[in-house]
């Protein structure tokens, strides 16, 4: 590696990493509060355990950045197309507005300052990069209060998973933490693919 790339490596880990560790403490905190099978499981967990599992190298939650049909219809950049009410509407989530305006503000800067952060960490697809990129905060700002039902905690449909997660963060031994991790960026990878043009 050269002298010149070792910046970029800490650049991600100091700029990337640790907010992405504090989203996804409070992504977690919301999960469980709102998923009553996990609550206990999480409760259980000591601070030491809960940071390892907010330290993961993606963001847990999924909003629909692989998906550019569902950000082609968000004004951004100036244009004010409303969505349509049941597609804001229906089955909101367990995220709160503020957590959700921080999640896309998150999104937002990486669109723009780290397109690879964007794309691995978040599993943004190429179109949806360039919409995210261009919108202005006014538009996150109305998105994030409309709370829109596609903006969810990752894989919030499979509770195995979470509950995986959970146990092998309670273990001190990384190795099962690590490999879920490493099987989440496999599956935001695989998601990228199955939806490219």
């Given amino acids: ?81 409303p969505l349509p009410v049941a597609t804001l509407l229906a089955q909101r989530g367990p995220l709160p507005t503020p957590l959700l305006r921080r999640v896309l503000l998150f999104a937002w800067h990486l669109a723009r300052a780290n397109r690879l952060a964007a794309r691995v960490a978040l599993g943004m697809s190429a179109p949806c990069l360039v919409m995210m990129a261009g919108c202005r905060f006014a538009d996150l700002e109305s998105l994030a209060e409309r709370r829109p039902s596609w903006i969810r905690p990752r894989w919030d449909d499979r509770p195995d998973i979470w509950q995986a997660w959970l146990a092998a963060a309670a273990r001190e031994s990384p190795h099962e933490l690590e490999t879920l991790q490493l099987w989440g960026l496999q599956k935001l990878a695989a998601d990228l693919v199955a939806r490219a043009p």
């Fill in 1 to 81: 590696m050269s002298k010149s790339s070792t910046p970029a490596v800490a650049t991600w880990d100091a700029a990337i990493l640790e907010p992405m560790a504090e989203l996804n403490a409070e992504i977690l905190d919301a999960l469980a509060g709102a998923t009553a099978g996990l609550q206990w499981q999480w409760r259980a967990l000591g601070d030491a355990a809960r940071q390892r599992l907010a330290r993961c190298p993606f963001l847990l939650v999924d909003a629909g950045f692989a998906r550019p049909e569902l950000w082609g219809a968000v004004p951004c950049a100036g244009v004010h197309e």
